[in-house]
């Protein structure tokens, strides 16, 4: 059974740089979190589990919830690193984990030329992250604002947002006013919502 923490680990021993600097943006913007630590978790049936044990319910619970009552733990984010064919914009969405994704469909409510994935040189050059950790938090390393956030209108449905702190073998439950209220103003990026 995975356990839940408050906050921050108590020893950093066999932890990522990048992980220890997202505690400390959290920690000085006075953010609440729970913390999960788990194996790396690289599909969206892991991050399944690991937002049943927020909830503190099994898997089988969770599954039979709605999705209105799945929004008091924490909506399960597909994190998605996008870019334009000509590789000079780039984009971050953050989509529920059970929303079909359809570039068409973003595209237009953008205003760019066809969307595809960005690659992993990109991903750790603008996010310092690796892929399978694709994280809102990774904008933190972003200061030249080079990525845009997207942000599917279902997030921000759920009173609970989950994400990795730019590593996959740690979760952490948040609420979603303090993501778009404290985080994302302090790490200067500022999100557009897109309907998908």
Do not use: W
Request: charged share 30%.
């Amino acid at each position: 059974m995975l356990t839940i923490y408050k906050g921050r680990p108590e020893d950093f021993d066999g932890r990522q740089e990048r992980e220890r600097r997202v505690y400390e943006l959290l920690d000085g913007i006075g953010v609440e979190y729970d913390r999960l630590d788990h194996e790396a978790a690289m599909t969206m049936e892991v991050c399944a589990e690991i937002n049943a044990a927020f909830g503190r319910m099994t898997l089988e619970e969770f599954k039979l919830e709605s999705s209105e009552e799945r929004t008091r733990h924490a909506i399960i984010c597909k994190n998605l690193f996008l870019c334009n064919k000509q590789r000079t914009r780039f984009y971050l969405l953050m989509i529920p984990g059970d929303k079909k994704f359809l570039t068409k469909n973003l595209s237009a409510q953008i205003n760019s030329a066809r969307l595809s994935f960005a690659g992993e040189e990109d991903m750790l050059r603008y996010l310092d992250i690796t892929p399978g950790s694709v994280s809102v938090m990774g904008l933190m390393n972003d200061k030249d604002n080079a990525v845009q956030l997207l942000i599917d209108s279902d997030v921000l449905k759920s009173e609970y947002v989950g994400c990795h702190p730019c590593i996959n073998t740690s979760s952490l439950r948040m609420r979603t006013r303090d993501l778009i209220e404290k985080i994302l103003p302090a790490i200067h990026h500022e999100p557009i919502i897109v309907t998908l």
